[in-house]
């Protein structure tokens, strides 16, 4: 019998995707292969995500809205020589940056994440703005950079009547539910809780949707 070909991830990289559980629009930035699953890192987040809870944009069947411009201000640069919080009088060398922007169902928050550098043996370290300490003292100079933040409307959730999928369907995310239980297992992350929370409430949502169209019939 001819070998079959080995299964191939469904995005790449760069790919732009609506996550169908919290409804925001990402990049894909990774891909990881975990028991024979395909995860997905999006917008360079330390969370993977499962492949059926991720639609194309151009796929998707929804409106999607700018909700709301987030300011962010960053008083460290690139380059820059910081102190560490519980580091001592050790240096490091500021060599990147990113914020991650989180959006739950009536509660939101911003963390800035510094890369550090060590600059006696190049030791690489991840820490919150709140953890870094100037070395120079004197004039405070930062920018602030305004990120639009574009969410799809959760109201199109469960599945239009043309059967038009905007969302993974209920055995799709059985299966996600079943990948996020595995990681959760695996890693002991418990985001990775958290996601199968969701997947729960999104079945729910999708039950009392039948229900109700049941009762109208």
Not at 87 to 101: A, D, P, S
Not at 110 to 137: F, H, M, N, Q, S
Request: no cysteine; glycine share 8%; hydrophobic share 40%.
């Amino acid at each position: 019998m001819p070998m079959s070909a080995p299964k191939r991830p469904k995005f790449s990289i760069g790919d732009v995707v609506v996550n169908t559980l919290y409804g925001t629009v990402g990049t894909v930035t990774g891909i990881q292969q975990v028991d024979g699953t395909f995860l997905y890192e999006i917008n360079h987040s330390h969370s993977l995500f499962a492949e059926q809870a991720l639609v194309a944009l151009s796929e998707f069947a929804g409106d999607l809205w700018i909700v709301e411009e987030v300011e962010i201000e960053l008083p460290f640069f690139l380059g820059e020589i910081v102190r560490v919080r519980d580091y001592g009088g050790h240096l490091f060398k500021v060599v990147g940056v990113r914020t991650e922007i989180y959006r739950y169902y009536g509660e939101g928050w911003e963390e800035t994440i510094y890369e550090l550098k060590r600059l006696t043996d190049g030791w690489e370290i991840e820490v919150p703005l709140e953890d870094i300490i100037p070395v120079a003292l004197g004039e405070e100079t930062s920018v602030t950079l305004v990120q639009d933040i574009v969410i799809a409307m959760p109201a199109l959730w469960p599945l239009p009547a043309d059967n038009r999928s905007s969302g993974p369907s209920v055995d799709e995310l059985l299966d996600v539910y079943n990948d996020y239980k595995a990681l959760y297992e695996w890693f002991g992350d418990e985001q990775y809780k958290q996601m199968m929370e969701t997947v729960v409430q999104r079945l729910r949502t999708i039950v009392n949707h039948q229900n109700i169209e049941t009762d109208k019939g």
